[in-house]
C-alpha cells in the first residue's frame, strides 16, 4: 500500500535501511513493507475478571489482521478494576485510568504513525478511553469489547457483582448470616468478562455499537464464547478494509453518532456513566455536545429493556434476545434513530439493520414492544437548580419515591457515609450527601456503590436519597444523583449543606435543590474556603490539577491553551 503512514516513514531517506532493520527484527518480510501496518492495543491483564480473557481475543486480532493483509503490531495498555478497587482509595485511580489509557493508545499510535489501530477492552475505562484515543488520532479504527461475564447462580437467582455489594448491606442490617453472604460472594463472579448486568461496560459497549465503531451483536456476546473471538477476527477484516476505503472516525462520530448512542443508551437502561465519558468523548472529535442534549433525547425515547440493575435481566440474556441491533431497528422504525449515520463498515446503520424485524420476538420479555415499554421516558434525568447549577445526573426508573425532601446528613468522604449507613445512622427521609469526592476534590470521581448498594441492603432504598459530586457505578439505582457541578472543591454549591438543611430531589420536576436562601447561601459562600489538594504530586496530583467539570466530561485537554 503506497500510501499508508509507516511505510512512507521507512522507505524515505536515510532513514530507510535503520528503521526496516528494526522491523525486520519483530517479522516483517520484504513484501510486508507496503502493507498497513495496524496497532492491537491489547488490554490483557488478569488485574480483574473483565480482562483475563483479552489476551487471546489480541492473538485472534493479529491472525485476522495478517489474513486480511495487514502487519499487526500488539501493544498494551492498563486497566484498573473498578470492583475491586471500589470502596478503596484505589478507586481515585479508575476514572484517571480513562485518561491514561487515552495517552497511551495515542502516544503508541502517532509515536509509530501507524496507520489503523484495533482496541480491545474490558473493564468500564478501556472502552472510553480508547475511543478518546481514537478520536484524537482520526485514523482508521475499531474497538473490541472483551465481553460480558455470564451471571452466578445462588437460590435460582441470577448474581451479578452487585449482589455481593449488596449482600453486603443485608448483612450489616442483619438480614442474612455469615453462610449466606459467603455464598453470594462465592458464586457472584463464575468467570471472565466485565459485569453483567446493563452496568458501565455494557452501556458503554452498546452504546459503541450504536455510533458504528464496533461491528453489530459484537457488544453483548459473553467473553467465554467462541462467538466472540469469531467475531474479534471479523473485526480486524472489517478494519484493514477500512484504512484501504481511509474511513476515519470523524466521518463516523458525528453529531448524529453520538445522539444515536444516547438514544440506545436511553433504551437499554444504560449508566449514568455513559453521560460522562460521551461528553468527554465528544469533546476529543470536537462534535458540540452538552449534558442538556442527553435531556432532551430521554424525553423522547422510552426504556424498552427489562435489564439490571433496576429490572430482572442479564447482558446474556439480552443478547441471546436481539441485543442491541433488535434495540436499534425498533428505534429507528418510530424515527428516533438515524439510518443514515455511517460505520466503520462502510455501510450505514439503517443498512445494517435492514434485515433486523421491526418488533422483538414474543418468546421473551428482555426487550419490551415498543408500545409497552418498562417506561415511556428515558431513565437518566439532568437535574439542575440551586445545588448543581451546571446539572447532576440521576436514573429516574425503577424508583417508587419520585420527591423527596429530607434533611441533609452530610459527609466529606465516601468512608465517612458507609460507616454511617453500616452503624445504623441514616434513617429512613434522610438525604445523605456525600461531597469533595469530585473530579478535583477526590481527585477522581469514585464510584458510590458501597453506600448505595449498603442502603439498598438496609431496605433503604425508597426511602433515603443521596446525592454527590462523585460518580456512581453502573450497578447503582435507587434515589441517587451524581455529578453534581460545580463539585465541591472549588466551591459549588454543595460544599455549602449544612447538617440538617433541607434538600429537595423531584425527579418530576428535574430539580435538585437546597431549601435555604441566597442570602444565607451568599453569606456561606464569602466564608467558604478552599481545601488543600488530598494530592500535589504524582499522577492524582496532575490529574486534579487539569480535569475539568464533570458537566464537561472530566477531561483534561479541555482549554489548555484559551
Not at 498497513?36 to 489476551?55: H, K
Not at 453489530?216 to 464464547?225: G, I, K, P, V, W
Not at 450527601?433 to 433503604?460: D, H, N, Q, W
Request: aromatic fraction near 4%; glycine fraction near 12%; charged fraction near 20%.
Amino acid at each position: 500500500m503506497s500510501d499508508n503512514r509507516r511505510s512512507q516513514v521507512v522507505t524515505q531517506g536515510v532513514q530507510r535501511t535503520p528503521n526496516r532493520a528494526m522491523l525486520r527484527a519483530v517479522g516483517f518480510e520484504d513484501n510486508d513493507f507496503s502493507k498497513p501496518i495496524v496497532g492491537v492495543a491489547n488490554g490483557f491483564s488478569t488485574i480483574t475478571p473483565c480482562n483475563m480473557g483479552l489476551g487471546d481475543l489480541a492473538q485472534r486480532a493479529e491472525a485476522g489482521v495478517q489474513q486480511a493483509g495487514g502487519m499487526p503490531q500488539l501493544f498494551g495498555t492498563i486497566t484498573i478494576s473498578d470492583g475491586i478497587s471500589m470502596g478503596t482509595e484505589g478507586m481515585k485511580y479508575s476514572l484517571v485510568s480513562r485518561e491514561v489509557i487515552a495517552d497511551s493508545i495515542e502516544t503508541v499510535c502517532n509515536g509509530q504513525s501507524l496507520d489503523g489501530v484495533i482496541a480491545i477492552g474490558g473493564c468500564d475505562k478501556n472502552m472510553p478511553g480508547a475511543m478518546i484515543a481514537m478520536c484524537r488520532l482520526n485514523i482508521p479504527a475499531i474497538f473490541v469489547y472483551g465481553g460480558t461475564i455470564k451471571p452466578g447462580h445462588y437460590n435460582g437467582e441470577d448474581l451479578t457483582v452487585v449482589s455481593a455489594f449488596e449482600a453486603v448491606g443485608q448483612y450489616s442490617a442483619g438480614k442474612i448470616g455469615d453462610d449466606e453472604l459467603l455464598a453470594v460472594e462465592r458464586n457472584a463472579c463464575p468467570g471472565a468478562g466485565s459485569c453483567g448486568g446493563m452496568y458501565t461496560a455494557n452501556t458503554m459497549s452498546s452504546a459503541f455499537e450504536a455510533m458504528g465503531m464496533s461491528l453489530m451483536y459484537s457488544s453483548t456476546m459473553a467473553a467465554e464464547d467462541a462467538e466472540k473471538a469469531d467475531s474479534t477476527e471479523k473485526s480486524a477484516f472489517a478494519l484493514v478494509e477500512a484504512i484501504r476505503k481511509q474511513i476515519l472516525p470523524k466521518q463516523i462520530l458525528t453529531r448524529k453518532a453520538f445522539e444515536n448512542a444516547i438514544a440506545v443508551i436511553m433504551a437499554v437502561g444504560g449508566s449514568t456513566n455513559s453521560v460522562l465519558h460521551l461528553l468527554a468523548i465528544a469533546n476529543a472529535i470536537d462534535v458540540s455536545l452538552t449534558i442538556d442534549d442527553f435531556e432532551t433525547i430521554r424525553q423522547r425515547v422510552p426504556v424498552l429493556c427489562n435489564l439490571k440493575p433496576s429490572g430482572r435481566y442479564v447482558a446474556t440474556d439480552f443478547h441471546q434476545a436481539g441485543g442491541v441491533p433488535q434495540v436499534m431497528k425498533m428505534l429507528l422504525s418510530q424515527g428516533l434513530l438515524h439510518g443514515d449515520a455511517l460505520t466503520i463498515t462502510g455501510e450505514t446503520i439503517a443498512e445494517l439493520l435492514a434485515d433486523i424485524p421491526e418488533t422483538p420476538r414474543t418468546d421473551q420479555d428482555v426487550i419490551r414492544p415498543f408500545d409497552n415499554p418498562m417506561y415511556p421516558q428515558g431513565h437518566l434525568g439532568i437535574l439542575k437548580g440551586n445545588l448543581a447549577t451546571e446539572g447532576a445526573v440521576a436514573k429516574l426508573t425503577g424508583i417508587k419515591k419520585r420527591q423527596i425532601t429530607g434533611p441533609a446528613r452530610v459527609f466529606d468522604s465516601e468512608e465517612a457515609c458507609l460507616r454511617a449507613i453500616l452503624d445504623k445512622q441514616i434513617q429512613a427521609g434522610d438525604v445523605v450527601v456525600v461531597r469533595y469526592e469530585g473530579p478535583k476534590g477526590g481527585p477522581g470521581m469514585r464510584e458510590m456503590l458501597a453506600p448505595t448498594s449498603a442502603i439498598i441492603g438496609a431496605g433503604l432504598g425508597d426511602s433515603v436519597g443521596l446525592i454527590t459530586d462523585g460518580r456512581f457505578s453502573g450497578g447503582t439505582y435507587g434515589m441517587v444523583v451524581g455529578h453534581v457541578a460545580p463539585e465541591a472543591a472549588v466551591g459549588g454549591a454543595i460544599a455549602l449543606v449544612k447538617e440538617g438543611d433541607l434538600i429537595t430531589i423531584d425527579a418530576d420536576k428535574n430539580q435538585l435543590h437546597l431549601n435555604v436562601s441566597d442570602e444565607e447561601l451568599d453569606t456561606r459562600r464569602a466564608a467558604w474556603q478552599s481545601r488543600k489538594p488530598n494530592y500535589s504530586r504524582g499522577v492524582l496530583g496532575k490529574y486534579a490539577k487539569l480535569v475539568s467539570s464533570s458537566s464537561r466530561g472530566a477531561v483534561t485537554d479541555l482549554g489548555l491553551f484559551d
